[in-house]
Antibody
Framework: QMHLQESGPGLVRASETLSLTCTVSGYSISSAYYWAWIRQPPGKGLEWIGS????????YYTPSLKSRVTISVDTSKSQVSLQLSSMTASDTAVYFC????????????WGQGTLVTVSS | QSALTQPASVSGSPGQSITISCTGT?????????VSWYQQHPGKTPKLIIYNVNARPSGVSNRFSGFKSGTTASLTISGLQSEDEADYYC??????????FGGGTKLTVL
């Protein structure tokens, strides 16, 4: 049974860089088509942040965050990472990692999410 | 990229059918058949209930169905049940490995 677990600081100061990790268990991280990060501000909708494709190593980011975000995958640790720089209050959200599937696109397995609050 | 347009809320009585629309553009919903729908109960993780416009993952009830015409996709839930009360999000491929979500629709079962 695949399990995704996000981890990282629950509180980040404005202007700092957020670093989150998603640990994948019960599944070979290399077998996914891609891994993605998605966020959800409190009481608001979902926003795709970006994806990392395993075969090519290519990354794709939503245009509004492209200059501040980096997604990477460490297959040796079975982890997917997210870095988001220059954090502001509008980046306060629950951050989810998710598996990208070629068979049942786009995101068929999600972590439980982790709330990140940006303090001023 | 702009979020896909969904009604903020819909409601229905148990046993009835409801439909949630999702309007995009020729660059996303209208460009291919990679439209999906997610169900999210309060405080829970989104769950994929429809992919590729009208396909259901294993284990998802056949009361959920999807459709697309042009730049508008829709999710229909038939035989409404109390456990269907949740937020629903559409999602579409928007080209070059980009994805865009709808703003979400709150379903209330009366």
């Amino acid at each position: 049974q695949m399990h995704l677990q996000e981890s990282g600081p629950g509180l980040v100061r404005a202007s700092e860089t957020l670093s989150l990790t998603c640990t994948v268990s019960g599944y070979s991280i290399s077998s996914a088509y891609y891994w993605a990060w998605i966020r959800q501000p409190p009481g608001k909708g979902l926003e795709w942040i970006g994806s990392f494709y395993l075969t090519s190593g290519n990354t794709y980011y939503t245009p509004s965050l492209k200059s501040r975000v980096t997604i990477s995958v460490d297959t040796s640790k079975s982890q997917v990472s997210l870095q988001l720089s220059s954090m502001t209050a509008s980046d306060t959200a629950v951050y989810f990692c998710a598996r990208g599937s070629r068979v049942t696109p786009p995101f068929d397995n999600w972590g439980q999410g982790t709330l990140v609050t940006v303090s001023s | 990229q702009s979020a896909l347009t969904q009604p903020a809320s819909v409601s229905g009585s148990p046993g009835q059918s409801i439909t949630i629309s999702c309007t995009g553009t020729s660059g996303d919903v209208g460009s291919d058949d990679y439209v999906s729908w997610y169900q999210q109960h309060p405080g829970k993780t989104p769950k994929l209930i429809i992919y590729n416009v009208n396909a259901r993952p294993s284990g998802v009830s056949n009361r959920f169905s999807g459709f697309k015409s042009g730049t508008t996709a829709s999710l229909t839930i038939s035989g409404l049940q109390s456990e269907d009360e949740a937020d629903y999000y559409c999602c579409s491929y928007a080209g070059v490995s980009y994805w865009v979500f709808g703003g979400g629709t709150k379903l209330t079962v009366l």
